[in-house]
């Protein structure tokens, strides 16, 4: 469980905190807020605040002096539009911030998207806490041959129990030996009165990259949406694909219409370059085209002939 | 008055509106919801949305898991210190949303603040409305002799008179060419059917840079500050000024005691530079330090003397 | 033609500036370098600076230590790896600067990319130029029936004499008034010694939005891609595509294998929705679709049959 | 040494090859090209490419047609006025672009810095160096007592010597351990057949905070003088530091106008609260104010004294 009772006291008190607002509100997401769902071993997401509602996103589009809704079918359509014709600005109306804990191997992903606002829990001034993150036996996958950044098959039997005890092993002795430089017990005092203890910017360094750390994070729903495209991807990493499928069923709570037109436009899209399009023509045509003659390497004709959901031969 | 009846309207209806929510609430800012403060002639801002107050700005900085908040004075210095040492990432954990009219030469300076979300009114699909800013008579300045970017004394007399009268008559007759091109009456048909009427995006090029535009403005904290620091300014051409300052005076009911530490450590705060805080020193240490020998040109000299409420001989 | 002898002269000048670098150097771009590309009646681009080839591009990808390169044609086949799935910050390793002089209507549109470097003439701190865009007969068009922000047939006969003569003599009295206004000689002093003149920054709110301005636009080869494939867009309006256009004609010269990557995955490349994608399935399975039954709009149907070089009926 | 002979032979080999360029050119910069300076212990940071020079930042100010330079006085003096009313964009018109080889924990305080582009070395893709970072003797300082974020005295005798070796294991056993687990030979095959190889994305957790990664990093002038004026602070941690001074250096040598403007309006300046300025007048007049009766806290009270060199009591 990745948070104590005192924290989930803390969480609950602010859940019972109601107060009246003029401001768009979203029944759905207010009923998540603040609570954690976990992910992974030790970490989570959970919703601290939002701005906007789908109703936003069409208010802005029209630049109205109301609401901006008329009927629900007809927001629903231009939020259609807005997303199929890559209008971005109106979705930058709404906004999102969570608190995420999370390994710093994926936070070293993350931060790469760089249109977002971050507060990170700071390792110079403060104690990490001792959690690191352990593959569950099922994600103990072997390098994929076929693919240079992908997995293969799931180790087995003495290799994976090694592995799983190597990384528990080291993660363990690692944060023992950071504590001990530290010196530094619960109430700010020298655990050994004989030592001066290290600077606690220095001690971290010792740290493994699969050590949690956690941070708030608040984006807009362009950047939001950005950011699931190529993180709920099946080719991204599974340790960061978890918390952009969390992110999404939240998104979809938040603002139904415009994750719909997501959902259509981009993550159940796909892109046909100028010469698969060539190629789709004559298969249209009638013609039997093999990938020898299609001007596609293997890779895109595999690509291509998957999404069609034909046989790649 | 900015504001049609039925706008009026609209926006009280909106006001009506009230839901329960367990985000943090700012009942000061609640109650400016949705009213337009009018500025200038015809321009106006109103805020639309707003998500978090000062406790997010704590609540970030720790990374905590409830409120964030301890004591009111503790989160105020706490606040204070983020602000004094550049810590910007705090403030960015909250985000307003304006409605703005104004001039489109006003618009053309304020879009190069680029950290910010907008949605602007389309000329290339709709009409324009028939508005545009005429300078009030005390705002009538000549080109300031000093200063290559700064106005000098108010017109007076006959030459105020004929420039007023230019502003108004060619901003006028220009909408008039506008409409007589576009050829469109309020309902979609043509004035005269025996005209095609010219494209919106072409017939709007003949509109005079103070026609009013309108757009939806988005940002955070920390980049309003930036936009205050540099647009509240002295120094700011008046027509944006007038903005800048009814922002100011929002936020101020928004987040009391990040604007005080605004006011503190930006606006009424002064640089000096390595020259100015030699000078400084000699100054303190009691000798007589003219501009002369001061290592500061006299413009120079001038600033850190205003800026020590000095006479500046 | 819009540029004074002063000017070319100046450019000529620093054409014949040499200097021998190590940094990475394209020739062909090196030939276009200062040379204004004459666009619209007076407005142009040139280029100004570039840092960066389509070796720079893999050698970022690759983290190398020298250029980075293999085989040429190795080279592309990353190159085009890289487009195909979206890695974009390979691309943003490419910078480019150029010097724009465009309509201010023109520039409003541009300057929506927020991702650039941009200093623009200042009319705050200088006169403007006597330049206006005036558009050729054959751009004067209709709004097209079809789409709301888009252009129809073009004007005919006295309709169009009339809007052109109307475009002409507003922007030119107009520019007349603005200089009255000011009263201000090319030497600085004024025209008429009985009057102040109005400040520059008031002044030119006279001015009509074809009026010319110019500015220093700087940017990376990924937001310059994402720039042209809104603006290049046969959905974009005329005037600023005409400036895309002569943007990705530098490109190609400046690094041809991003271009051609780019020319095959996203300017010749059609996205297909969820939707399309079934109708794609049951078309190549043989079954005649038509849009009643299609789960499409009928303009997505239209757009997709568009796109497969198909009857849209 | 941070390189191997491969990689000097690479760097000298792209150091001879050179091409006539119409481009600005800055001779001391051309001269350290692609040379690495050594950082830390095995870090360094080299310049790989650069676009502009100080006449770039004055030509972008006055949008000019050709080379925008005057006299060099005249020059360095707008270049003054620009920074000093912190105009942040003509700056923003010269890029510079480089090769950075740093520990992970450094790696991640730095790209909290978003506006840049940063390529790194991918460990999903590639294996890690056997590489981290150790710091010498005299930089193992204990935690600061006053400052919660500082580093206190330097760490003496047993209690150094087993945090060093403490340092030195845990980074040396985690590296062998990762390289067990991907069981793969330099040429890709399996050192053990019998094993599959633990896939990189995973194995890579193992590694510690101090491994080094490396990064191609490239920003403007503006965003790199704000990195600097954070990063070279005395209150930045002092791993990073040493980069942001090197990065310093290499300023001095591309842009010396530039350099010496934010050297005396940035790093040499300070910025006095309105509360400073207030005790700044008083002392001016001759009082005597002492922090009780000031207004400031004890901190910024010392903060006051020290930029102005005076007793703190």
Request: proline share 3%.
């Amino acid at each position: 469980m990745p948070l104590t009772d005192d924290q989930l006291a803390e969480i609950e008190s602010q859940r019972q905190s109601g107060a009246t607002t003029r401001r768009a509100t979203v029944p759905a997401l207010e009923d998540r807020l603040y609570r954690a769902i976990p992910l992974l071993d030790h970490g989570f997401i959970r919703v601290i605040d939002y701005m906007g509602d789908d109703g936003a996103i069409v208010q802005a589009a029209r630049v109205s002096y109301g609401r901006g809704t008329r009927r629900v079918s007809e927001d629903a359509g231009l939020i259609r539009y807005l997303m199929r014709h890559r209008h971005s600005t109106p979705f930058e109306m709404c906004e999102i911030k969570f608190h995420v804990k999370l390994p710093i191997f994926v936070a070293r992903q993350w931060i790469r998207h760089r249109m977002a606002n971050v507060n990170e829990y700071s390792a110079r001034y403060s104690v990490m806490d001792r959690e690191f993150y352990i593959p569950a036996p099922e994600q103990l996958a072997a390098q994929s041959a076929a693919n240079r950044q992908g997995r293969g098959d799931t180790l087995q039997g003495e290799e994976a129990a090694h592995v799983l005890a190597l990384l528990r092993d080291d993660a363990a002795r690692n944060y023992d030996h950071y504590a001990w430089m530290l010196n530094e017990a619960p109430d700010g005092t020298a655990v050994d009165g004989s030592r001066q203890g290290l600077a606690r910017e220095l001690a971290r360094m010792n740290l493994t990259l699969n050590a949690y750390t956690q941070w708030y994070w608040k984006t807009d729903l362009h950047n939001l949406f950005h950011f699931c495209a190529l993180r709920a991807d099946a080719h991204a990493q599974y340790e960061i694909r978890v918390y952009a499928d969390a992110i999404l069923d939240t998104v979809k709570d938040w603002v139904p219409a415009a994750y719909a037109a997501f959902a259509d436009y981009r993550l159940g899209a796909v892109t046909f370059s100028a010469q698969m399009l060539a190629v789709l023509r004559r298969l249209l045509a009638g013609e039997a085209v093999a990938q020898a003659g299609s001007g596609l390497s293997k890779r895109e004709w595999g690509e291509m002939m998957g999404a069609l959901g034909r046989e790649k031969a």
